[in-house]
């Protein structure tokens, strides 16, 4: 098991075994470790730990647990944590910045606690089987055991077909569970329990000027990337030469004295974000720049076979190849990372928020009126753009159709409803449901665009952009930190009025004017691109034999669920451009090979 993670911290691994419970942990060497040859352990092996991530205010904690007569024989944040939970058991959580999943065991009381980090930068999953728990930083870890079955949940595919991503706490293997983002699970004697530590914050929202709230996103973000920043091995900035990335270099420049190192990746020699802005920005701040062309001519089908191992879990999240690739590159000069995640989900930055707003006026309409512009869309010709604006047009009309809640999962994701019973012969449990009806059931409050924010951040955020950054770049032992995401951060955001995140066409207001006098004025006033690859056109291209090869395996092993004929036919309009489906092709070519790699039972 242990193994499997090998990639995760190829530095450092340690096992520790007894008749009643093992465990073990691979981890990279980014704050000086001494832990010799086994995971940490106290009073004898008596209790120990195993953990994956970084405490960045493990010193603070050191300095008080000190006080109170602990005394240290390493430098490592994990002998940190471990005293920090021998001191104040699970109330240790709430003291904690950072990212993280451990599980600590306590050999006398016959007892094992996991936890993971409040918004769920770090993974960790969990099966039951009876009175044995198995647990892992990642779904592999599990699945190599023997007594792990490696059955399909219909739960989780029905959110994997709808969402392209599972949502926590399902995973495509039944019986195994995601531990879920700010809470801790204690196994004792082979009973669980699970408690949240920390929730997503919600409602509350405060009058507060824009200058106030200026000045309190200025500190927080220096206080936060200041953190970020400790390593022991050189770090770099992910740049995509939006308004995010910058403004993590700016405070990053500021505080570290050293030429800091940045990466980007462009596209047949065109950056995702514009190369013009990249070049700007690195000009501007004077880093060691290093970029990638990923273009038809990089072995694209490679790198894609290997997510069937590295994703742990399908995502069909067409932006894990750039970041795939980003991460190999940066693993050539670097161990450490920071990026600009969660930034769109805290102050409102994707363009799904403005659709909201839109379709809002559009239901307004009589229905046949929507129906009649969508016919009208649909026989568009299709465009060779990344995203057509047939594409575009055809989706925000027919989420029109939707509820606000389940068009709002709709743009992001790919199947309609309708659109499940053209691809499978047997209808799927309606776990989307349980999803969309926890947003309809918030409380009421005077701001149209926290709820979608609440949702985009405990499941969206969590399961599909965090994971993407994490598997790709853990494949490549690199760590990614992403400094919005400390919760300090996200709960100032939480309390922000709905205007001071999108007033008009203009989204995350009070980022764009915090930074207005500290970076260039092009990179404020640039359009929002994303970081998707064109799935549209090289499903056609370059990947279409690796389409046709998946698909062919999956509706000849599977073809008792999935059926032939309307996948075939989905297939066979987009190739001859009469739609564009690449998105959802892209979410079943991921999907056969995860299940062909892991040899998974329906």
């Not at 929730?199 to 996103?217: H, M, N, T, V």
């Not at 220096?222 to 308004?243: F, K, M, Q």
């Not at 000849?556 to 004929?565: A, I, K, N, P, T």
Request: hydrophobic share 40%; proline share 4%; glycine share 8%.
């Amino acid at each position: 098991m242990v193994a499997t993670l090998f990639h995760r911290g190829p530095d450092q691994q340690g096992i520790f075994s007894s008749n009643l419970f093992s465990f073990g942990a691979t981890r990279l060497k980014i704050i000086d470790l001494e832990l010799g040859n086994q995971p940490i352990l106290e009073n004898d092996g008596e209790c120990g730990i195993v953990f994956n991530g970084e405490i960045y205010n493990h010193l603070e904690l050191r300095v008080e647990l000190e006080k109170l007569g602990h005394r240290f024989t390493s430098h490592s944040d994990t002998e940190t944590l471990l005293k920090a939970f021998l001191q104040w058991d699970t109330e240790c959580l709430a003291r904690l910045r950072g990212m993280f999943a451990f599980a600590v065991w306590n050999m006398c009381q016959k007892r094992v606690v996991l936890a993971r980090d409040r918004m769920g930068i770090k993974p960790l999953y969990f099966s039951q089987r009876g009175e044995d728990l198995y647990f892992g930083s990642e779904l592999k870890a599990i699945l190599t055991h023997p007594e792990i079955e490696r059955n399909l949940s219909r739960e989780a595919l029905d959110c994997y077909l709808s969402l392209n991503y599972i949502p926590c706490p399902w995973t495509l293997i039944d019986g195994i569970r995601k531990v879920p983002p700010g809470t801790w699970m204690e196994w004792r004697d082979g009973e669980t329990t699970t408690k949240s530590y920390w929730q997503l914050p919600y409602g509350k929202i405060r009058e507060i000027s824009l200058e106030d709230a200026k000045e309190q996103l200025d500190t927080l973000l220096a206080e936060s990337i200041r953190e970020h920043l400790l390593s022991d091995v050189p770090l770099g900035v992910w740049l995509s030469g939006g308004i995010d990335s910058t403004s993590i270099l700016h405070y990053a420049a500021a505080t570290n004295s050293s030429r800091l190192k940045s990466f980007s990746i462009s596209f047949n020699g065109r950056s995702f974000d514009e190369s013009s802005y990249i070049r700007r920005v690195v000009q501007e701040y004077g880093t060691d720049h290093d970029e990638l062309d990923l273009n038809p001519g990089v072995d694209l089908r490679g790198a894609i076979e290997e997510f069937a191992y590295y994703s742990d879990e399908p995502s069909a999240d067409a932006g894990a190849l750039p970041v795939w690739f980003l991460s190999k590159l940066s693993k050539e000069k670097t161990t450490v990372a920071l990026s600009g995640e969660g930034a769109d989900e805290l102050l409102g930055g994707y363009v799904t928020y403005r659709a909201n707003r839109i379709a809002r006026l559009l239901r307004r309409l009589p229905r046949a009126a929507i129906l009649t512009g969508l016919s009208i869309v649909r026989n568009w010709p299709v465009s060779d753009e990344k995203i057509g604006l047939e594409y575009k047009m055809k989706r925000l009309l027919e989420g029109s159709l939707m509820s606000p809640e389940r068009a709002h999962v709709y743009w992001n994701g790919t199947s309609a409803d309708e659109d499940m019973s053209a691809l499978l012969y047997e209808p799927l449990p309606r776990t989307l449901d349980q999803i969309l009806g926890r947003l309809a059931n918030l409380p009421l409050v005077d701001d149209d665009l926290a709820p979608f924010l609440w949702l985009d951040q405990k499941y969206y955020l969590a399961d599909d952009i965090l994971t993407k950054s994490d598997r790709m770049s853990m494949a490549h032992s690199v760590e990614v930190r992403p400094p919005f995401l400390d919760h300090r951060i996200v709960e100032f955001a939480a309390g922000l009025p709905a205007n001071l995140k999108i007033r008009g066409s203009k989204q995350k207001v009070v980022l764009r004017e915090l930074m207005k006098d500290k970076l260039p004025s092009a990179i404020l006033k640039r359009k929002k691109i994303g970081f998707d690859i064109p799935a549209h056109d090289w499903l056609r291209g370059p990947l279409r034999g690796l389409l046709e090869d998946s698909l062919h395996f999956g509706l000849s092993e599977y073809g008792q669920l999935f059926r032939r004929d309307g996948i075939e036919l989905l297939k066979k309009r987009h190739l001859q451009r009469e739609i564009n489906v690449g998105y959802h092709l892209w979410g079943l070519l991921i999907l056969f090979l995860w299940m062909k790699r892991w040899q998974v039972k329906i």
